[in-house]
C-alpha cells in the first residue's frame, strides 16, 4: 500500500488486516508509558486546510507514539497567506524530508493531486465531501469490538445529511465491502441526486426502522457546505430524524450509537444519548489513535523498520479482536437470524 486515498485502495482482506494491527496498536494505546520505536526516524507532516480537532490530534498522537517525528503545518501562519500554491507548499515541505503527509482539504480529490507530485506517502484525512478513510476505519473497527470479528450480516443505519458527508461515503464501502446491510435515512433533499452504485437501502423514516438495527451512526448537518436550504427548520429536522430519547428507548438494548463527531447536541442527537451506556461515540475518538497507529506502520513500516510484534516487545496479541462482552459468536447468530426473516420477507 502506496497511500492511502480512499477505502476502494483496500479490498475486504487488507481492510481486516489493518484492523487487526490496529487492535495490536489499541492494547498499546493502555500501556503506563504508550510508545512504541516502531517508526523512530520516520516524519510525517499534518497538512490540515481545514479545521480539525479529532482527526488532526488523533494522527499526530498516533504518529508520535510510533516515535515519529511530528511537523504541524498551520495555514494561518504559512506562505500560503502570500499566495503560495498547493503544489509549492507541498513540494517545499517535501525538500525538508519527510516520509509521510495527512492531508486535510475542502476541495476534493486533494490528496490524489498532492500523491502525484511528491514521492512521500499521503493519507487522506478529508477532501470536500469525497471520502475520510480512516473515520471508516476506525467506526468498523468499533463496531468490530463490540459485533465480534466478522460484520457480515449487521444491519447499520446512516442517518442525516448524506449529501455532503465524507463519512458516510467511506462508511459505506467499508461497512459493505466488510458484508454489513447500510440503510441511509435522510430527507430527499439531504442525499445525494443518484445512488446509482451504491450498496444500499434508502429510507426516509427512520422510526419503523430502529428495533431492527445493530447500530445506528447520526450525523451533523453540514451547514457551512449547503449553498441553500435543504429543510424548513432545524427544529422540524429534528423533530422527524433526530436520535431523540423517546427514539433511542426504540432500539434493541444491544444496539449501538455512533458520531463522527463534531456533534450538535440537541439537533441529530438527544445529549442525554449521547452520553448513554449504549453510545461509543467517545471510545470511536480513543480507537481512532489506534486505527491511525496501524495506517501509519503499514505504510512506512518498510524493511528497514522491525517486525511489529518485536517492536512492541512482544506483547501483542495475534489472534485478532474478540469482543469486550464475549457476545460477538451469540450476535452473530442473531444477525443472520434476522438477515434471513428480512430475505424471506424480500422473497
Not at 480537532?53 to 494561518?76: G, H, I, P, Q, Y
Not at 509521510?100 to 465531501?129: L, M, S, Y
Not at 467506526?139 to 449487521?154: C, K, W
Not at 467499508?174 to 435522510?186: E, H, I, P, Q
Request: glycine content about 8%; hydrophobic content about 40%; proline content about 5%.
Amino acid at each position: 500500500m502506496r497511500h492511502l486515498l480512499s477505502i476502494a485502495d483496500l479490498d475486504r482482506a487488507g481492510i481486516e488486516e489493518l484492523l487487526d494491527l490496529a487492535e495490536s496498536f489499541r492494547e498499546v494505546t493502555q500501556r503506563d508509558i504508550p510508545k512504541v520505536p516502531a517508526l523512530r526516524g520516520k516524519v510525517v507532516v499534518s497538512l490540515f486546510y481545514e479545521d480539525s480537532t479529532r482527526t488532526r490530534l488523533s494522527f499526530e498522537t498516533a504518529a508520535k507514539r510510533l516515535s515519529c517525528d511530528v511537523m504541524a503545518f498551520s495555514v494561518a501562519s504559512s506562505s500560503v497567506k502570500k499566495g503560495e500554491s498547493l503544489r509549492d507548499t507541498v513540494q517545499t515541505i517535501e525538500a525538508m524530508g519527510i516520509d509521510a503527509v495527512v492531508v486535510r482539504h475542502q476541495a476534493a480529490g486533494t490528496p490524489h493531486r498532492i500523491a502525484g507530485w511528491i514521492d512521500a506517502h499521503v493519507i487522506n484525512a478529508g477532501d470536500g465531501a469525497r471520502e475520510h478513510p480512516t473515520q471508516a476505519l476506525l467506526d468498523v473497527f468499533t463496531l468490530r469490538r463490540h459485533l465480534g470479528p466478522s460484520l457480515e450480516g449487521a444491519h447499520v443505519a446512516i442517518v442525516g445529511d448524506i449529501l455532503h458527508s465524507r463519512v458516510a461515503r467511506s462508511d459505506v464501502r467499508a461497512l459493505t465491502t466488510l458484508g454489513a446491510r447500510v440503510t441511509l435515512v435522510a430527507p430527499p433533499t439531504l442525499l445525494p441526486a443518484s445512488l446509482a452504485g451504491w450498496p444500499v437501502e434508502v429510507r426516509h423514516d427512520l422510526d419503523d426502522l430502529l428495533p431492527d438495527l445493530d447500530a445506528i451512526s447520526m450525523l451533523r448537518i453540514q451547514r457551512e457546505r449547503q449553498e441553500r436550504a435543504l429543510f424548513p427548520s432545524l427544529r422540524e429536522y429534528s423533530g422527524r430524524f433526530g436520535l431523540t430519547v423517546e427514539r433511542a428507548a426504540r432500539l434493541r438494548p444491544d444496539a449501538l450509537i455512533l458520531h463522527p463527531g463534531p456533534m450538535n447536541r440537541g439537533v441529530e442527537i438527544a445529549a442525554e444519548v449521547a452520553e448513554s451506556p449504549r453510545s461509543v461515540i467517545l471510545e470511536q475518538v480513543t480507537n481512532g489513535v489506534a486505527v491511525r497507529m496501524a495506517v501509519l506502520y503499514r505504510l512506512l513500516g518498510g524493511p528497514d523498520v522491525p517486525d511489529v510484534s518485536e517492536a512492541q516487545d512482544g506483547l501483542i496479541a495475534q489472534d485478532g479482536p474478540e469482543a469486550p462482552d464475549g457476545n460477538g459468536a451469540r450476535r452473530a447468530r442473531d444477525r443472520q437470524d434476522r438477515q434471513d426473516q428480512h430475505d424471506g420477507r424480500d422473497g
